[in-house]
């Protein structure tokens, strides 16, 4: 979103800095929940999911008693 682009190049990207959402809503002069919605939706572009097996697999093996 253009308004926390902004702010992170104002901010000169820093992120090392921990800063509620309610700071940042403020610097921006946008809602809380556009915050937290923008967050979200970074995090969820930024989230990698590794769907292959691995070469070996590996079971246990155990009894079930039957009664």
Not at 18 to 33: G, L, M, Q
């Amino acid at each position: 979103m253009f308004y926390l682009e902004r702010y992170m190049s104002s901010n000169g990207g820093k992120t090392a800095e921990a800063r509620s959402v309610k700071d940042i809503a403020r610097d921006c002069a946008i809602s809380p929940t556009t915050v937290q919605r923008e967050i979200n939706k970074a995090s969820q572009e930024l989230q990698t999911y590794d769907r292959t097996l691995p070469e070996n697999l590996s079971f246990d093996e155990f009894k079930v008693a039957k009664g």
